[in-house]
């Protein structure tokens, strides 16, 4: 067993490290309070050849490894979580449906700009009565006259503001009562299609999130992504590589918010010796820093699974289940060892604790990936 980094995966990891030091970090609580998307900081993520990171050459991607997605998910969040999420939902939710089941065409035109970072990446399963229950679908897809007509929304959608297309869920007839769910590409200027960016957040402020309303938008059949029917089959086969993105900027959060505990205890002094050196404080980071080690070992041999072609999804469940959870642990820990500090913005741990919450909730929440694990052992 070898658990080194190959030298392209340290490599990217230098890269994305000192790039996140050094343009993502420095404006985090800025963005968090002004809610500003960082637009720049992707401009320079394409540039860096960061947007079609896993994606093939061919359509502009660098042909890269789950390992290294996970790992700069990771570097990203740690700096801005925002940050993380926008990245990890362009990469897993955008661009990897139009990989997976794609036709040589719908590729050139839908995944090539997602490579480069014209458009970012974004995808729509979620609606107002179907959450946790996807296979509630209530939006349409009517065919007719080789077209599509759409109706229905969509709520809590990452990336939509900033995308130029993306792969939505509808229902496109019923066989034997069941409804049938097809994946559309649906391009967001077609008439008839609105993104609307309102939400209040608790935290990732400075990620897009929107509801799309779709009124009889009309794209053409070609559109359909994959098979018609497999819609929903394609976006669980999706949603599992997403997971891996969310295990793994829950690492990166929790490993920021356990880096500003352990440095805060090590400088902060009462009773006339550093809150470090108290064994109540030394056990919270002891529990912090074993957890972070068992998350991010788990992160990534979810990746490593599903780079080597083998089944990952009670992997990649159980990654985002634990990750998910220890790093609203840590962050709240991280809180409790800064004292009052802790609870003030420029201490950045309150954010890292209202940003993780969304971890346990995005993506299927943890009720939800407790129950995959339980289908996935033979309950
Ligand atoms: C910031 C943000 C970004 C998001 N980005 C996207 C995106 O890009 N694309 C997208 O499609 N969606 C996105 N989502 C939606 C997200 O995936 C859903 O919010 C999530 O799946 C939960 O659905 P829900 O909010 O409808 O909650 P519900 O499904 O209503 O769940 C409410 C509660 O009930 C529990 N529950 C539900 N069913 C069961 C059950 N059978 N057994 C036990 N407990 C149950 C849940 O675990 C939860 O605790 C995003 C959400 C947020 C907040």
Redesign the pocket.
Same mark, same amino acid.
């Given at each position: 067993m070898n658990f080194d980094l190959t030298s392209e995966q340290s490599m990217i990891k230098r890269t994305i490290r000192e790039f996140a030091e050094e343009e993502v970090a420095p404006g985090a609580i800025e963005r968090d309070k002004t809610k500003q998307f960082p637009t720049e900081i992707f401009k320079k993520l394409g540039e860096l050849g960061m947007l079609g990171l896993p994606f093939p050459e061919e359509y502009g991607g660098a042909g890269a490894d789950t390992v290294s997605f996970a790992i700069v998910t990771e570097e990203l969040s740690k700096a801005c979580a925002s940050t993380g999420?926008t990245y990890s939902?362009h990469i897993s939710?955008g661009g990897a449906p139009i990989n997976l089941f794609g036709t040589e065409e719908q590729k050139q035109r839908y995944l090539t700009p997602i490579c480069t970072g014209e458009s970012l990446g974004?995808?729509?399963?979620?609606e107002?009565n179907?959450? %946790?229950?996807?296979g509630g679908t209530q939006t349409t897809a009517k065919e007719e006259n080789g077209e599509y007509i759409i109706n229905g929304s +969509?709520?809590?959608?990452?990336?939509?503001s900033y995308a130029n297309h993306l792969a939505m869920t509808a229902i496109t007839g019923e066989q034997n009562g069941i409804k049938e769910i097809t994946a559309i590409i649906v391009p967001t200027d077609a008439p008839g299609f609105k993104v609307i960016d309102n939400?209040e +957040?608790m935290g990732?402020n400075a %990620?897009n999130?929107t509801e799309l309303v779709m009124d009889n938008v009309r794209v053409p059949v070609e559109n359909l992504l994959g098979k018609k029917g497999e819609g929903f089959k394609q976006f669980l086969i999706t949603l599992d590589g997403g997971r891996i993105g969310i295990g793994a900027m829950a690492v990166g959060v929790a490993q920021a918010a356990y880096e500003r505990a352990l440095q805060y205890a090590q400088e902060r002094k009462q009773f006339g010796k550093s809150l470090s050196k108290f064994q109540a404080i030394q056990f919270k980071l002891a529990d912090m820093a074993m957890k972070i080690e068992l998350a991010r070992n788990m992160v990534y041999k979810a990746a490593w699974l599903k780079d080597q072609g083998r089944p990952f999804s009670k992997e990649a469940s159980m990654c985002k289940l634990y990750a998910s959870e220890i790093a609203m642990q840590v962050a709240d820990q991280a809180v409790q060892i800064h004292g009052g500090y802790g609870y003030m913005r420029e201490y950045e741990v309150e954010r890292y604790m209202r940003d993780a919450k969304?971890l346990e909730?995005?993506?299927?929440? %943890?009720?939800?990936q407790r129950?995959v694990i339980a289908r996935l052992i033979g309950c």
């Open positions: 999420i939902a939710l974004a995808f729509g399963l979620t107002p179907a959450g %946790s229950d996807a +969509k709520c809590f959608i990452t990336n939509a939400y +957040k990732l %990620s999130t969304l909730i995005g993506e299927g929440t %943890s009720e939800v129950m």
